[in-house]
């Protein structure tokens, strides 16, 4: 929905999601009003999903914390719980 890859920033996430609400912001775009509230609804969707996820799984990237660990136990220590990750 917000175009990003899969390595997307939080900063790109968010410019991205900026830009297409106001692209399709029903009080601005050309579309018709039911089309621009029904991709609205869709951006928002996307957008919360995303950053929940982006805030519910921190990690640091100190440079401490990345010498002690192999990336995959890092990795692994961040999203063990995750069922999307396994």
């Not at 991205?16 to 969707?45: C, F, G, I, S, W």
């Not at 996820?53 to 660990?69: A, W």
């Amino acid at each position: 929905m917000l175009g990003l890859g899969e390595d997307a920033s939080m900063n790109q996430i968010k410019a991205a999601y900026r830009a297409l609400a106001k692209k399709y912001h029903p009080d601005t775009t050309q579309e018709a009003k039911e089309v621009a509230e029904e991709t609205m609804r869709k951006l928002n969707d996307a957008f919360q999903t995303l950053m929940g996820y982006c805030l519910h799984f921190p990690i640091s990237f100190k440079k401490e914390d990345m010498r002690t660990l192999d990336p995959e136990e890092l990795l692994y220590e961040q999203f063990k719980d995750d069922w999307l990750f396994s």
